[in-house]
């Protein structure tokens, strides 16, 4: 299994339960589930409330599909996301649909709607890994993409199984200690790269 999280102050359970696991059990995602991490994602923030992700979903028991998006992997990621129980891409619309102007948050709000859908798996049993590694012209043919729909991230959903399952090379990357900065290293007081003191 992933390494656990090892945070410096506590944080809530469904965030120290969150990993991006690479061995799953190729099992069905139940439906209902699923829909519940697609509504989790449906009630994030977004600017002007614009809601500017867009999915492209494949459950595994379409096998046509769920192959289909899993062959827009780089090989790397496809080794081991074709275990998993969902695979789909997260595009974002890149103008607001009120005033036809650029939305700079597009992708901001469509990695907080998946961040909203990475924790609803977590809090049904389920794992997520996002990918970024996936031919995004692939994609855009696939599915027939409009412009102005820019894919961003590919991602599984599915049950984390143990790394035996993995081939070996990808064994030691999964049993890796899980790291992060220090906060000194990115929280600044008012003067950038100093970090905050809170005495
Ligand atoms: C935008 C994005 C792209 C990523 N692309 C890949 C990828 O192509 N392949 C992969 O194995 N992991 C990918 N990851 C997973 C990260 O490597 C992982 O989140 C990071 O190492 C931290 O590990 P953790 O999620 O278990 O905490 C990606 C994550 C994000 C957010």
Known sequence: MTQPTRPDYPIADLML???????????????????????A???APSCFNAQP?????????????????????????????AQASVIGVALAVS?????GKPNA???HDVGLGLAQLNLQAVALGYATHLMGGFDKNAVRALANVPEGAE???????????????????????????????AQADWVFSTHYGTPLNLG
């Open 17 to 39: 339960k969150r990993t991006s696991p690479r061995a799953f059990s190729p099992e069905p995602m139940a439906p209902a589930a699923l829909r519940q991490c697609l509504e």
């Open 41 to 43: 994602l449906r009630w």
């Open 53 to 81: 992700w867009r999915l492209l979903v494949a459950p595994r028991q379409d096998e046509a599909a769920f192959a289909a998006l899993t062959g827009c992997l780089v090989e790397g990621n496809r080794i081991w996301a």
């Open 95 to 99: 103008h607001f649909e009120h005033n």
């Open 105 to 107: 948050w597009a992708q």
């Open 151 to 181: 894919p961003l991230v590919a991602f599984v959903i599915g049950k984390e199984a143990d790394p035996s399952v993995l081939p070996e090379s990808l064994r030691d990357k999964e049993c890796a200690p899980r790291t992060r900065k």
